[in-house]
């Protein structure tokens, strides 16, 4: 939890204090993940559907009890964060707001085999700008960085810097 809040003041420069992270507004969605990612596994599966249910209630962001999510995961600004049940999120990674790890669609993911994996599996250090959107079960490699709007739809190799085509008036 130390480790938590020392993310929250090294990567929000609006928070100065251990104590200041206490009250950072995505902190109880990352604390809440974990314990209902342990009751999910336990296979307490509805403990945990509402557990997470409260922590987007109370954030805006939405991770499935069954995404497994690294250490010193940082999202800023939350709201419409949404990380799917089969996703695979690393160590160090940063999301911003309306980030989106998600599947294709039903109609894509119901012919796939059971336990196949249907959401996106990232590296460390990777780091999402507002708006991102990965579908699929792609990889992202380490070190990535993908840019406020961007779609990915296919595996990033390690070091991959992926950026919306900016609109002009």
């Known amino acids: ?24 507004s995505t902190l ?16 307490h ?5 509402l557990l997470t249910n409260l ?39 940063t999301l911003y707001q309306q980030v989106t790890l998600g599947a294709v669609g039903w109609w894509r993911d119901n012919r796939r085999d059971a336990g196949e994996r249907r959401h996106p599996a990232v590296g460390d250090r ?9 579908l699929g079960p792609v990889e992202v490699g380490d070190d990535s960085f993908v840019g406020a709007t961007a779609l990915v739809v296919s595996d990033l190799p390690a070091g991959s810097k992926v950026l919306a085509v900016p609109r002009t008036a």
């Open 28 to 43: 109880p969605a990352v604390w809440i993940h974990r314990v209902a990612h342990a009751l999910y596994r336990r296979g």
């Open 55 to 93: 922590a987007r209630v109370l954030t805006g962001v939405e991770i499935h009890p069954g995404a497994v999510i690294g250490r010193r995961l940082f999202i800023d600004h939350g709201t419409g964060v949404i990380i799917g049940e089969t996703a695979v999120v690393g160590e160090d990674v």
């Open 126 to 134: 990777v780091t999402f700008g507002a708006g991102a959107t990965v």
């Open 1 to 24: 939890m130390r480790e938590d809040l020392r993310t929250i003041v090294e990567r929000d420069p609006s928070i100065d204090t251990l104590a200041e992270a206490l009250a950072h």
């Open 45 to 49: 599966r509805i403990a945990a559907r």
